[in-house]
């Protein structure tokens, strides 16, 4: 996704607040933190911009790897391999709890509806074939609760300890939804 | 998402094909790749179980975290913060590549109409406001090219190079789109 406003240019300057002048954490570097107070947004600084210092950590990696490592015709680009079923469903969660945490607090119907078709296609989409259909499952048995942003969150919360419990992976405590997803452990 | 068939447990042994029998990357760890040969999925022998070595890592791990660094009453769950902007990006990147990399090649009307929704819906409630407005710019002007698995996954290359270009980084030759999201690199 484009991590900038569209008349900020790259330096993430002014992406710490959304359309209504709140606090916008998914719009935000944590590099940018160490210029404010905690995650509530409040004293901000602008910080240096990021991006200079991005393209120079990379091209001192880049500098050590031989040429075989790189995509052909590119200087910057290693021949990474496609997400195996761990690193695609990771991306995926933090890709679904975060779109949760961020959903309204109270949706129109209009946004309740377009959520539960995102997930119902979600479900019919996803590259990893069983867990798909895993998930389509569990979504014919326990309907997305899309009447509100907690609601969505946990609900999330949940869908993801089913898939957690199947792994032998321990359960995490839904009630820290919010500190895990949106606001962060300051306050905690 | 669920990395297991469902009837597989979770050893991953069996997770190399998909519905109609043929390799499913997604569904597979690259760690079960040291038993078969390249990613054709030829050859398979069944991995030894993932979990058991991945608890026993995590256990390492963890156990010189002081307990301050964990949720409260988890023994296995640090105080992981929401997903920055680059975090959030990096990782809805690697699910909407990979889904592009498992769209149909000859999709039904049925699965174009899917697509097409699905990626509206996405630029309605992708976390990051800004990023979410220009994708959603992006799309009125470029409307995504559903056709096809090869069609999708290069509308998706230049979308992802679209924003690239904004935040100075270098342009991915989306030639390679098959290698990098699909089959990796084993035959280039």
Chains 1, 2 share one sequence.
């Not at 330096?11 to 359309?19: C, G, M, Q, V």
């Not at 109270?106 to 259909?133: G, R």
Request: net charge neutral; proline share 7%; charged share 25%.
């Amino acid at each position: 996704m484009s991590n900038e406003t569209p008349d900020q240019g790259v330096t993430f300057k002014s992406l710490l607040f959304n359309e209504n002048g709140k606090f916008c954490l998914p719009c935000t570097l944590y590099k940018s933190f160490q210029y404010i107070s905690g995650t509530t947004g409040k004293s901000v600084t602008s910080p240096a911009p990021i991006q200079e210092e991005t393209i120079s950590k990379q091209s001192t990696a880049l500098s050590t790897l031989p040429s075989s490592d790189l995509i052909p015709g590119s200087r910057t680009y290693v021949k990474e391999d496609p997400p195996d079923v761990n690193k695609l469903g990771s991306a995926s969660w933090t890709f679904l709890h975060a779109v949760a945490a961020k959903y309204p607090e109270k949706p129109t119907p209009f946004q309740q509806e377009e959520m539960s078709d995102f997930l119902n296609i979600f479900s019919h989409v996803y590259p990893c074939f069983w867990c798909a259909k895993d998930f389509e499952k569990y979504i014919k048995e326990n309907a997305p609760n899309v009447k509100s942003q907690e609601e969505l969150s946990i609900w999330m919360c949940q869908a993801h300890n089913k898939v957690n419990k199947k792994l032998g992976k321990a359960q995490f405590n839904c009630d820290f939804w919010k500190a895990r997803w949106k606001d962060g452990w300051d306050e905690q």
